[in-house]
């Protein structure tokens, strides 16, 4: 999921990291006011055709200057479909996403503070489910609960929570040997209490950047649900059944399958761009305060060293 960035510096100076997080971040924003307001910025329906939506010879217009996006198999306005069906996506994917981060979070967090069988038998249940392809296991659970949107939010949230509780059991080994856990832990601090009063602080670096990292997976998995027709079902727009309803058009109309492609593919890699600049940034602080405890630790050791000299 994680991409290299090129850290190479342009002309003025600027961190071609810093330049491809900017428009990363306007990406995205730009995409949710266009999905947010689209009621208002556009004034064609999504799901009704226009007057003169196809050509003489019954295919869909190109874009043009009246029309950007041109229109689809039913002489509807692409672009109303697309900033419609972005509504969809984004929620499909930014709620799904913050559902895996929850359930991965605390399963991994609480696994992490358990012992023994315990710990074992849970993250084998983990690794059993991270067996199956994430695709495969959402169109099996779609099967059983039935299409619908905010079903393909829970679908792909149970989908996809496993990585996050790998992530967060790994680096809840690393807390709690740290010598106030384990005071804590002396003191007869039950595991619930240490998960939420000590734990939780230190793993929200790792849920604010899967929060973001996550939405580029589950954006592109609901898209795909929606093609195969056990996602969003119409007449809801979202850019995966607009792909699916106009893919026998392609070689005629290409834009009808080529433009809501495009946004499934900005939208994820901007995601994929300010998750992982955030990851980065999280490491750094990390690594800084380390170095700092570190410091502090150093310069406690050498006063009590200064101090038994002049005792003695």
Do not use: C
């Not at 003025?12 to 971040?25: E, M, N, Q, T």
């Not at 007057?51 to 217009?61: E, N, V, W, Y």
């Not at 059993?128 to 099996?140: D, G, N, Q, V, Y």
């Not at 399958?257 to 990390?286: D, T």
């Amino acid at each position: 999921m994680t991409m290299a960035i090129v850290r190479s510096k342009d002309a003025a100076g600027i961190p071609r990291v810093k330049i491809a997080f900017l428009a990363s971040v306007a990406a995205i924003i730009l995409i949710m006011v266009g999905a947010i307001f689209a009621p208002m910025l556009i004034s064609a329906s999504p799901n009704l055709p226009l007057p003169d939506g196809m050509t003489i010879d019954g295919l869909p217009r190109p874009p043009s200057w009246a029309l950007w996006f041109g229109t689809d198999n039913l002489g509807r306005s692409l672009l109303a479909r697309v900033f419609y069906g972005a509504r969809a996506t984004l929620l499909v994917g930014i709620v799904s996403n913050s559902i895996a981060v929850v359930i991965g979070v605390l399963v991994g967090g609480l696994a992490g503070m358990l012992e023994g069988r315990a710990q074992a038998a849970v993250m084998r249940f983990v690794d059993l489910m991270l067996a199956f392809p994430a695709l495969i296991l959402a169109i099996a659970i779609a099967s059983v609960i039935g299409p619908s949107l905010w079903n393909a939010a829970l679908i792909i949230a149970l989908s996809n929570w496993t990585w996050i509780a790998r992530v967060a059991f790994t680096k809840t080994l690393t807390i709690k040997e740290r010598n106030y856990i384990t005071a804590a832990r002396m003191l007869g601090a039950s595991r619930w209490y240490l998960f939420r009063r000590h734990l939780l602080m230190h793993l929200a670096p790792i849920m604010l950047v899967w929060e973001t990292l996550g939405i580029a997976t589950t954006v592109q998995m609901s898209a795909a649900l929606s093609f195969l027709g056990v996602g969003v079902q119409p007449p809801t727009p979202s850019w995966g059944n607009i792909i699916h309803d106009n893919q026998s058009y392609f070689t005629v109309a290409p834009w009808t399958v080529l433009i809501p492609g495009v946004f499934i593919l900005v939208l994820s890699l901007s995601f994929n761009i300010v998750g992982e600049y955030l990851h980065e940034r999280m490491e750094k602080l990390e690594s800084r305060s380390r170095e700092t405890g570190q410091d502090d630790a150093d310069e406690t050791r050498r006063g009590r060293l200064e101090e038994l000299e002049h005792a003695g």
